[in-house]
């Protein structure tokens, strides 16, 4: 339960959507939290390398025990100076997490035929590059998971469950609360999910 959700959005994005192929680079921009860190594990699973960004030491640590080849800390160093000097010919996907996308920073960091996966902020606004997208042969892949019918979930479903199997796949959880305290869990996701609050890296689970 703790990885469907996640699970299935970061497969549609890095392989229905990005089309990741073994030996490309992934860049995660927000790879400790919910989505990010299963993008993480998914990526590295597929056999890509992956570099990953995250707000704080616990949260680099956390990216990199979930497989994440290089972390940067985006609160004290420069991400995109960091990203160029580690894939100096450019990312081959680029999956950004942030509700307010800087197309023009992120369409820099992509290699030739690079894609940009987006699937958060449905007010964002963000200005399209068009010429640098189009002379590198770039694209912007946007969806959400909710459009997608049964039987294409069902095919994610499969190669997650083969992924668990394997031992490829971890849930993130943040923490455990006891289901006495689902008023308190409620207030929690939705502080982070609405409020932006960045108190949780991962999911809360209700244990009876």
């Known amino acids: 339960a703790a990885i469907a959700l996640v699970g299935i959005t970061a497969h549609i994005g890095l392989v229905l959507k990005a089309g990741v192929q073994e030996g490309e680079t992934v860049f995660v921009n927000g790879g400790a939290g919910g989505v990010g860190s299963m993008v993480v594990q998914i990526a590295k699973a597929s056999g890509a390398r992956v570099i990953a960004t995250a707000g704080s030491d616990d949260r680099v640590a956390k990216a990199a025990e979930l497989g994440a080849d290089e972390v940067i800390n985006y ?42 996966i987006v699937m958060a902020g449905r007010e964002a606004r963000p200005v399209l590059p068009v010429g640098p997208l189009y002379v590198k042969d770039c694209s912007v892949h946007g969806f959400a998971m909710f459009n997608y019918p049964a ?30 305290e689902t008023a308190e869990a409620h207030r929690l996701q939705e502080a982070n999910t609405i409020g932006l609050a960045g108190t949780l890296a991962g999911k809360i689970v209700l244990k009876p």
């Open 151 to 180: 039987a294409e979930q069902r095919q994610c479903g499969d190669d997650l469950n083969r992924w668990l199997a394997e031992a490829k796949l971890h849930a993130n959880i943040d923490r455990v609360l006891p289901l006495s």
């Open 75 to 116: 609160q004290t160093e420069d991400v995109a100076t960091c990203v160029k000097a580690l894939a100096p010919q450019g990312v081959n996907v680029l999956w950004e997490t942030r509700r307010e996308t800087d197309l023009d920073w992120a369409v820099s960091l992509l290699a030739q035929r690079g894609r940009l």
